[in-house]
C-alpha cells in the first residue's frame, strides 16, 4: 500500500473479483489484484456479460448503526457471520467491504464511523503494518471526534502462520475474533 504509483484492489466475492480485474485491466495506471488464498474455490453468481466495479469505491455489505467493521478479503464472510449473531443479541453492526485499498475509499468508512461511533477493521494479514492499521490510522486522523470509544484491529498475531491446521486456527482471524471485538468497542 505504501508504493506510490500502484493501485490495489482485494476482493471479497467471486462477483467483485470479475468486476474489479475487468476495472484493473481497463485502468491505464500498474494495478496490482490481490487474490486472498483463503477464498479459492469460493462460488458465487458472476454474471457472464462485462461489468466493471470501479476503483476506490467501497462496498457496504450490511447497514447497521451500532458498530462499524471494515472487513478485507477473506475476513468479509466471517464478519458478516458475526454480524448475523451480533444481531441477534440486539447489536446492529455495519460491515463495510473496502474492495480497493488503493484507491481506499475513506469517505465510505468515514461517513458510517460518524453514523456508529465504533469501528473495528478486520484484516487477513499480520497485526503490524497491515491494511488494517493504515485504516484504523486514517479513521484516527481524520474522524477522531466521531468516535465513542478506542478502535479495534482483528489480525493476524505476529508471529509466522503454522503448519498444524489446530494451532493454525489460533493464528488467522477468527469469526469469534471479531465478535469478540464488537463486544469490545461496546464495552
Known amino acids: ?58 462496498d457496504v455489505k450490511r447497514r447497521g448503526t451500532d458498530v462499524t467493521v471494515v472487513a478485507i478479503g477473506a475476513t468479509v464472510p466471517k464478519a458478516l457471520k458475526a454480524a ?12 463495510i467491504d473496502p474492495r480497493t485499498l488503493v484507491p481506499l475509499d475513506l469517505d465510505t468508512i468515514l461517513e458510517s464511523v ?35 470509544s478506542a478502535p479495534v484491529r482483528v489480525a493476524w498475531a505476529d508471529v509466522p502462520v503454522p503448519f498444524s491446521a489446530p494451532l493454525e486456527n489460533r493464528v488467522v482471524v477468527q469469526e469469534a475474533d471479531i465478535a469478540a471485538a464488537i463486544r469490545t468497542v461496546l464495552a
Open 114 to 148: 460518524s453514523r456508529t461511533g465504533r469501528l473495528v477493521v478486520v484484516d487477513n494479514a499480520r497485526l503490524t503494518a497491515s491494511a488494517a492499521s493504515e485504516i484504523l490510522a486514517s479513521v484516527v486522523q481524520q474522524g477522531f471526534g466521531s468516535l465513542k
Open 1 to 58: 500500500m505504501n508504493l506510490a504509483g500502484l493501485k490495489i484492489v482485494m476482493p471479497s466475492t467471486p462477483y467483485d473479483a470479475k468486476g474489479l480485474m475487468l476495472s484493473a485491466v481497463r485502468d491505464p495506471n500498474p494495478v496490482v489484484d490481490l487474490q486472498d488464498h483463503v477464498l479459492g474455490g469460493t462460488r458465487g453468481h458472476v454474471p457472464a456479460e462485462d461489468y466493471a466495479i470501479p476503483l476506490g469505491v467501497a
Open 84 to 95: 448475523e449473531n451480533a444481531a441477534a443479541e440486539g447489536i446492529s453492526v455495519e460491515v
